[in-house]
């Protein structure tokens, strides 16, 4: 094995522009929990290959994430709907995706993740949740239910112990064919974590 295995893969960190990079440094002065240019990425990579063109994600926060997979449903002229229980990060959030050019392909609602999804129809290619752990196992319907036959769902965090119990049900439930990763995931909130990913059957 290479030695020192975590910082040698700090060099494989993907560039960013001004925009991510700008989110980046709020995040560590305000806090705000983001996944970091290495999940970014990674989602950007997904939603690409798969040629996802509607795409929901469950937390938005200032828009970070949102912007990785935006960007990669553009060039599909597609659409990413994004829920935030916050009306400041989501207001933050639209000034966001102005900045990076995305305004036109990305639609906030404001609002309890539960409530906007029991009266949503889908379907979506892709789903991303990363919203408060507790919320991941009654969510996990709706996801079932908006996600089109073979779409993916990917769910973050799934290393803190309020998602065990959503870990379970994925892994346990022949709805679907999952996943779980234990992950070193450099400037991810935390770095170490794990990462669900998981195709509707």
Known sequence: MIPDLEGAFR???????????????????EGIPIIGPVVGEFLHILARAMQAKQIL???????YSAIY???ACEGLKGKLVTLEKDE???RRARANFQKAGLGHCVEIRVGDALLEMTNMKGPFDLVFMDIDKED?????SHCHRLLKAEGLMVTDNVGFHA???FNHAVFESPQ????????FLPY????????????RT
């Open 163 to 165: 998602a065990n119990d």
């Open 136 to 140: 991941y196992l009654p969510l996990l």
């Open 57 to 63: 994600e469950l937390g938005t926060a200032t828009g």
């Open 11 to 29: 060099q494989f960190v993907p560039p960013r522009d001004a925009v991510l990079l700008e989110l980046e440094q709020e995040a560590r002065q």
């Open 176 to 183: 679907w064919k999952s996943v779980n990763l234990l992950s």
């Open 69 to 71: 997979l935006a960007g």
């Open 88 to 90: 400041g990060m989501a």
């Open 188 to 199: 991810h909130s935390p770095e170490k974590d794990g990462l669900c990913l998981a195709l």
